[in-house]
């Protein structure tokens, strides 16, 4: 059971009070409470004035989202054009909730070598309408509610328009990367199970140590992120790819395969100018 502080306590019942006199409407309050549910407030050095600044923007860019859509901002704060202030720039995403994605956005931000000052991560429950409209915020859990993950954070202030640009694209990149994994994740397992099995059912060498290394990576042992099917024609030693039968990360049109793969397979070389490393991953 989670134990509620009184600092904690206070802090919330500021937060209500800034809400009650900037005249917010009935959903943003009912969406502070669950933005803030868990949020460790303790020691925080913001006001209430910029949680609720800070809160009510995201807020605004969850408004409308389609299932399956990812949204992000960046944006460096200003009282005149966003309600509050603070000496960083912010980073926003609204997604449908999933593994890995607060590790895949700061994994973005460090490579550039920007610092977080501060990390949110609300779960929340939310009910919307058929066109992605935002009606209604909940726990997360909460019947009739799809969980979504609401991710806000403040990083070194970027002045570089440049560099704000780059990094809205890879963030949004990683988040596209992180849905085809999980969304193409029992499908590599199925496949790693029936070359398994295959290997079971060979009679080469090291058939049976090459299944039993198959079996241990895929009893929750190996975080898949991508997989494709490979043959190679009797007398060769080359190596082919079927067509369409990428998943994960190898189907994602940016990322045909990690570089340093497919140095090993010369006589395979899809799209070599998109061919790059990841090295986050």
Same mark, same amino acid.
């Given at each position: 059971?989670?134990?509620?502080?009184?600092?904690?306590?206070?802090?919330?019942?500021?937060?209500?009070?800034?809400?009650?006199?900037?005249?917010?409407?009935?959903?943003?309050?009912?969406?502070?409470?669950?933005?803030?549910?868990?949020?460790?407030?303790?020691?925080?050095?913001?006001?209430?004035?910029?949680?609720?600044?800070?809160?009510?923007?995201?807020?605004?860019?969850?408004?409308?989202?389609?299932?399956?859509?990812?949204?992000?901002?960046?944006?460096? !704060?200003?009282? $005149?054009?966003?309600?509050?202030?603070?000496?960083?720039?912010?980073?926003?995403?609204?997604?449908?909730?999933?593994?890995?994605?607060? $590790?895949?956005?700061?994994?973005?931000?460090?490579?550039?070598?920007?610092?977080?000052?501060?990390?949110?991560? !609300?779960?929340?429950?939310?009910?919307? #309408?058929?066109?992605?409209?935002?009606?209604?915020?909940t726990p997360r859990g909460a019947p009739g509610s799809r969980p979504e993950s609401w991710i806000?954070?403040? *990083?070194?202030? *970027?002045? $570089? !328009?440049?560099?704000?640009?780059?990094?809205?694209?890879?963030?949004?990149?990683?988040?596209?990367?992180?849905?085809?994994?999980?969304?193409?994740?029992?499908?590599?397992?199925?496949?790693?199970?029936?070359?398994?099995? #295959?290997?079971?059912?060979?009679?080469?060498?090291?058939? $049976?140590?090459?299944?039993?290394?198959?079996?241990?990576?895929?009893?929750?042992?190996?975080?898949?992120?991508?997989?494709?099917?490979?043959?190679?024609?009797?007398?060769?030693?080359?190596?082919?790819?079927?067509?369409?039968?990428?998943?994960?990360?190898?189907?994602?049109?940016? *990322?045909?395969?990690?570089?340093?793969? /497919?140095? #090993?397979? !010369?006589? /395979?070389?899809?799209?070599?100018? #998109?061919?790059?490393?990841? /090295?986050?991953?």
């Amino acid at each position: 059971m989670t134990t509620v502080t009184e600092s904690t306590n206070n802090l919330r019942r500021n937060l209500h009070e800034v809400a009650d006199r900037q005249h917010l409407s009935a959903s943003i309050s009912e969406f502070l409470d669950c933005y803030f549910v868990d949020a460790e407030l303790d020691g925080s050095d913001a006001t209430p004035e910029e949680l609720v600044g800070a809160a009510v923007q995201h807020f605004r860019l969850g408004e409308a989202r389609a299932t399956g859509r990812a949204l992000t901002t960046l944006y460096t !704060p200003d009282f $005149d054009r966003h309600g509050w202030h603070s000496p960083h720039t912010v980073v926003d995403v609204v997604t449908d909730d999933m593994p890995f994605l607060v $590790d895949s956005i700061t994994m973005v931000v460090y490579r550039h070598g920007l610092v977080i000052h501060r990390l949110l991560h !609300p779960l929340l429950g939310a009910e919307r #309408e058929q066109d992605g409209r935002l009606r209604r915020t909940t726990p997360r859990g909460a019947p009739g509610s799809r969980p979504e993950s609401w991710i806000h954070l403040e *990083i070194d202030r *970027i002045g $570089d !328009p440049k560099l704000v640009d780059a990094l809205h694209q890879e963030i949004l990149s990683a988040l596209a990367d992180v849905r085809a994994a999980v969304e193409d994740g029992p499908l590599m397992q199925q496949r790693m199970r029936e070359a398994r099995e #295959e290997m079971a059912l060979a009679t080469v060498a090291e058939s $049976d140590e090459v299944a039993a290394y198959l079996t241990w990576i895929s009893a929750n042992n190996f975080v898949f992120l991508g997989g494709a099917d490979y043959h190679a024609a009797a007398g060769e030693s080359a190596l082919a790819g079927f067509p369409r039968a990428d998943l994960g990360f190898c189907g994602t049109p940016t *990322i045909p395969v990690l570089a340093a793969v /497919w140095r #090993e397979f !010369p006589a /395979w070389s899809p799209n070599s100018q #998109e061919i790059r490393y990841r /090295w986050s991953w």
